[in-house]
């Protein structure tokens, strides 16, 4: 049984189709990190203008890949949210269009269950219930996966989602958009605990994140110092190289910004596997489950797998940590068994929960 999967809830159009909800068939993914990189960060508008331009040929190449027809497919399933509007709408009415058009039912997915189901996915040995992380650009959530796919969220970020922070940290020490890789790249060769950074004290729930206070204590750092001349090699660099080495970053990194960079990592690194040892301490999970795009984090992966979790980490591997449709896919097949189809009113909802 085949699902094809639409995913456009940000800044990658991606199609992808799965057959019996774990092999994946082909998985297609146009990006569009170099239209928004000029302008530091994911312009909306032009979002949804280069889904309009990708979504055809996208999915036409997934289903060329896998060799399918569209008479083939026992569903089609598209992310409806959370993300931005206008790129969701793109996805949406191109699969209902489908739908319509060759009587295929049509089922709507929650991105972000969709970012558990890519471990899922992978990972055959992974027995729920499970503690699962959602770290990305956009999210940073702790839910609690039962073992009937439902979800109860156990705590979130109250500003700035993971993966935003390090954006936002990388733009302002001048390493372009996105700068987390960049960021993750060069940690290593920088002292994480050079700089003693230190986060808000959660009031209510202990579990919440909060990452706003850190990204302001590197500007701070930056303020205090004069960084022109390392500001101007790095901005020369990305006008001459597109996408610099590790080693042409290094080139124009002095220590002490390698060291900011490194602990700025820790800290994070360390926020999150704080809260993931708590929750194993007060829930009968049987794993832990983390997916996203920050999941891509060498650092995090590194940490987590050596964290002395008392029970199995399970991450996706980069390819499907990141934005893409096979992980909408998977997550569709249980709900086509239990024939959970959508309407073709079906609408985009940018501020979607999981629970």
Not at 122 to 127: D, G, I, K, N
Not at 259 to 286: C, G, M, N, P, W
Request: proline share 5%.
């Amino acid at each position: 049984m085949r699902i094809l999967g639409i995913e456009s809830s940000c800044d990658e159009t991606a199609a992808a189709v799965v057959e019996d909800g774990r092999n994946v068939l082909s998985s297609v993914v146009a990006s569009q990190l170099d239209v928004h990189a000029k302008y530091g960060g994911v312009v909306p508008e032009l979002a949804s203008r280069e889904h309009l331009r990708a979504i055809v040929p996208v999915v036409e190449e997934a289903l060329l890949k896998s060799e399918t027809r569209l008479q083939d497919l026992a569903a089609i399933a598209v992310t409806e949210g959370p993300g931005l509007i206008g790129s969701l709408l793109v996805g949406i009415t191109f699969a209902k269009s489908l739908c319509f058009a060759h009587g295929l039912p049509l089922i709507g997915v929650n991105h972000l269950e969709g970012h558990i189901h890519a471990v899922l996915l992978e990972h055959q040995a992974v027995e729920l219930p499970a503690i699962a992380l959602v770290v990305s650009g956009g999210h940073t959530h702790l839910y609690f996966a039962n073992a009937d796919l439902s979800y109860r969220l156990l705590g979130k970020t109250r500003d700035d989602a993971a993966g935003e922070a390090f954006d936002k940290v990388g733009k302002l020490l001048g390493f372009g958009y996105p700068g987390g890789p960049v960021m993750d790249s060069l940690a290593p060769h920088g002292n994480p605990r050079a700089f003693k950074f230190t986060l808000a004290k959660m009031s209510g729930n202990p579990l919440d994140f909060s990452f706003s206070g850190l990204k302001t204590a590197v500007l701070r750092w930056t303020e205090a110092r004069d960084l022109s001349v390392q500001m101007a090699a790095r901005k020369a660099l990305l006008k001459s190289i597109p996408h610099p080495s590790k080693q042409d970053w290094l080139a124009v990194t002095p220590q002490e910004t390698l060291d900011v960079i490194a602990s700025f990592q820790y800290t994070v690194i360390q926020e999150i596997l704080k809260r993931l040892h708590t929750l194993t301490e007060e829930h009968d999970a049987r794993c832990i489950i983390v997916s996203g795009g920050v999941a891509c984090n060498a650092g995090l992966r590194q940490a987590a797998h050596s964290g002395g979790f008392p029970i199995p980490v399970y991450f996706p591997t980069p390819g499907l940590s990141t934005d893409n449709a096979a992980m909408i896919a998977a997550a569709a097949f249980p709900k086509f068994h239990r024939r959970e189809f959508a309407d073709f009113d079906l609408k985009p909802k940018a501020n979607l929960a999981l629970t």
